[in-house]
């Protein structure tokens, strides 16, 4: 009887360890890179979405594009030089005033601009993300996930896909 007691606790033990441990494991997530990683891979996928601007049919014409990161922040002035070389100009969320079309201007401009707002970012491994963002102007607005690598100390775009559009 005492067998069938010991086997009945240890089963018990066993599976109380199995438990913990798949709940540590499940717990357990990447380290964030270092502040520059994080740079490149936000440029990365920043430059991405300019280049897939599907709210506007002439994305060369805008006249600024607006950045903000999770939690409606803007971005560091690092990010915006890194995304200096592109043909629109780029600037932070907060200088873009939201219209009652939803459509942005900031101050001293006189067309629309489009905002890109990066919602999430999801370190799978150091060299391995998933960003979730929002792209939007003149009352469009689609939610977009990215898939990027690191390879050979450069982040490429792996997969775009829309989620969702309003």
Not at 12 to 26: D, H, K, N, P, Q
Not at 95 to 123: C, M, S
Request: charged share 20%; proline share 5%; net charge negative.
């Amino acid at each position: 009887m005492s067998t069938d007691l010991f086997s009945g606790v240890s089963r018990i033990r066993a599976i109380l360890l199995l438990v913990a441990g798949i709940v540590f494991m499940s717990s357990c997530r990447p380290a964030e890179p270092d502040p520059e990683a994080q740079l490149d891979l936000l440029a990365a996928a920043l430059r991405r979405l300019f280049e897939n601007d599907v709210v506007s049919t002439h994305p060369s014409e805008r006249a600024f594009f607006a950045i903000s990161l999770e939690g409606r922040v803007d971005p560091p002035p690092a990010l915006l030089r890194r995304l200096a070389s592109s043909s629109t100009e780029v600037v932070p969320y907060s200088e873009a005033q939201t219209h009652p079309a939803r459509k942005l201007t900031g101050e001293g401009y006189d067309a629309a601009g489009v905002y890109f707002i990066i919602e999430r970012v999801e370190w799978v491994t150091s060299s391995h993300a998933i960003v979730d963002a929002t792209v939007g102007s003149g009352g469009l607005g689609a939610l977009y996930r990215l898939e990027l690598r690191r390879t050979e100390g450069t982040w490429e775009c792996m997969t775009l896909k829309r989620i969702a559009i309003s």
